[in-house]
């Protein structure tokens, strides 16, 4: 009796997972896991956004899924500010390819697995994002601004607590752009067996 409540769990579980990404009308007859592995695999950098906003609720869900990432000894080591007041980001704004949502990843100075915890949960913004059709792409070129003397002010306007400083920020919008995937180098990883 147990084991046919568990399957019954189990096949409500997939079917749900299945009709995520299920657009109207269409029958998904995708795994669970091909459709993980799809999103994975189809998530590109976008360098090219539409002008609209992502909706609220799309954001809530990509911020739900961002603090869900691993850290050690669960210290959520990170801090997260979501900027859509752009103008913030006048100086820079280029760099950050006009997207209308831009999020900074703020890492803690004294906590060495903070770069580790905030690149855990980039990548978590990344995937939700992408599982909903939205684009987006870490862009670290602009922290040397931030940190620097001439960012002082934007930086301020980040509410940032003390000994938190600006890791990454993270371009988010409707795409705009398809691009093709990058090569990728199989020969760095080895199999010790
Ligand atoms: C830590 C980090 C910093 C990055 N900084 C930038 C950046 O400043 N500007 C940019 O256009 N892309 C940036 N990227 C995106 C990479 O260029 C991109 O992930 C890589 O070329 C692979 O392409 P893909 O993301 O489409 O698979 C960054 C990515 C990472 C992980």
Wanted: aromatic share 6%.
């Amino acid at each position: 009796m147990k084991r046919i409540y568990c399957s019954v769990l189990v096949a409500v579980a997939l079917c749900s997972c299945q009709q995520l990404s299920q657009k109207a009308g269409e029958v998904e007859t995708r795994s669970a896991k091909d459709i993980v592995i799809e999103n994975m695999m189809n998530r590109r950098s976008i360098r090219s956004y539409k002008p609209e906003q992502i909706k609220d609720e799309e954001l809530n869900e990509i911020i739900r899924c961002a603090i869900n990432a691993p850290s050690a000894i669960n210290k959520q080591s990170w801090e997260v500010r979501v900027v859509q007041k752009t103008e913030i980001f006048q100086a820079v704004s280029e760099r950050l390819y006009g997207a209308p949502t831009v999020i900074v990843v703020a890492s803690d100075q004294n906590n060495p697995y903070s770069p580790v915890d905030c690149g855990l949960l980039g990548q978590n913004i990344l995937l939700s994002a992408e599982a909903m059709n939205i684009g987006t792409c870490v862009i670290a070129s602009v922290v040397p601004f931030l940190n620097s003397p001439e960012g002082k002010d934007v930086v301020a306007q980040l509410n940032l607590p003390e000994g938190y400083a600006p890791l990454f920020t993270i371009a988010v919008g409707y795409k705009n752009e398809q691009p093709e995937a990058k090569p990728r180098i199989a020969e760095k990883v080895q199999i010790i067996k």
